[in-house]
């Protein structure tokens, strides 16, 4: 079985600079844990504030767990592949093309992927007012977590969301309002995982909603395998794979989907939360388990109730034959990413322990 090395010097990087910095510190905790239990003896937190972050002396590794901007957009990751450190997940190109909804869309309309109708307005010069009919939905582009996101019903509230969009960046990205189920699928080393339904307590899958120990707010159910026909979730995972492949992400990933009512299937490509509460370890806890099991946050809980630690170890073990894996299949030519793919490949390979024993 392909391993890290125990003694591997790494660097978990968490917090950030942008507006999940709170998030990323609880995902941050979750990995440190499991990474401790897993057997690794030289881990170290590293809280991120902006590029210049320094990493322990000799790190081996750096370990991506920051959300949102800068972790999640490319950056970090230019900023790793620059100093020669290898980095878990995906790399710097297809990282920042999946974290642009507005650069994501046109892959995906390219490649034939389902997605929303849309248009991206470039308010550089002042606010530009959407054309689509009402109802529809107005975010940046670049931001994570449902982070400046408006679903908008009524004409009179259109400016003030605009207004708010503009405050993340001049772009602003306005999609055709879909109503239905809102799905996600995490896909591992080019395979679907189980189906999740979303199911906020009240109004969509926002902030509050995802993390509602933030702010004791919100709530969500999180239904695993979704209650979904057998052939309508074969579709939704036939469409998950689709998107990710277009978009060029290596190891894992985790895809939106919101289903019609009408069973038409409509695409949005994420990153993966590796917290307590991440989907992509929920959807793999049950695919170990074969069972269907109902996973919630609630208002009136202290502490995140989802996975256990146990089964993100698990989740971590896996994700470490998966870019030793990776790695392989870089140096022998299969997936080629130019000259930064190039260094990755080439330190990467000290990742692994050659006599293939744990220290």
């Known amino acids: 079985m392909n391993t890290l090395k125990r003694d591997l010097k790494i660097a978990l990087l968490l917090g950030g600079p942008g507006s999940e910095r709170e998030v990323s510190l609880v995902s941050g905790n979750s990995v440190y844990d499991a990474l401790c239990r897993a057997g690794f003896t030289d881990v ?3 809280d991120v504030h902006g590029p210049d972050f320094r990493l322990p002396e000799g790190t081996e590794l750096a370990y991506n767990i920051i959300h949102g901007t800068f972790g999640e957009d490319g950056t970090l990751q230019a900023i790793l592949e620059e100093r020669g450190v290898p980095y878990t997940g995906a790399g710097s190109r297809s990282s920042a093309l999946c974290f642009n909804k507005s650069e994501s869309k046109k892959v995906f309309l390219e490649a034939g992927v389902p997605t929303p109708h849309a248009e991206i307005l470039d308010c550089s010069h002042g606010i530009v007012m959407p054309s689509l009919p009402l109802p529809f939905v107005i975010k940046p582009p670049c931001e994570g977590s449902s982070v400046g996101v408006h679903i908008v019903r009524r004409q009179e509230d259109v400016l003030p969301a605009m207004e708010e969009a503009v405050t993340h960046g001049t772009t602003v990205l306005v999609e055709e309002f879909i109503q239905g189920k809102e799905l996600t699928v995490g896909i591992l080393d080019g395979k679907a995982l189980p189906v999740i339904h979303i199911c906020p307590r009240s109004g969509f899958y926002d902030l ?10 919100g709530g969500t159910d999180y239904i695993c395998p979704a209650d ?6 074969a579709n939704v995972q036939e469409a998950a794979l689709k998107a990710y492949k277009a978009a060029g992400v290596e190891v894992y990933g985790r895809v939106d989907v919101l289903l019609r009512e009408e069973d038409g299937v409509n695409i949005g490509l994420r990153n993966v939360s590796l917290s307590t509460c991440g989907l992509v370890p929920k959807m793999y806890q049950f695919a170990e388990e074969n069972l269907p099991v109902t996973l919630s946050v609630s208002l009136h809980e202290r502490h995140l109730k989802g996975v256990n630690e146990q089964t993100v170890q698990r989740f971590l073990h896996k ?8 790695t392989r299949r870089r140096e022998m030519g299969d997936d080629i990413e130019g000259a930064c793919g190039q260094l990755r490949r080439k330190t990467l390979t000290t990742l692994h322990d050659p006599q293939g024993e744990e220290a």
Do not use: C, R
């Open 319 to 326: 994700l470490e034959e998966l870019h030793i894996s990776a």
């Open 44 to 46: 170290t937190k590293v």
């Open 228 to 233: 979904l026909p057998e052939e309508t979730a």
């Open 208 to 217: 509050s909603n995802k993390y509602p120990w933030m702010n004791m707010g």
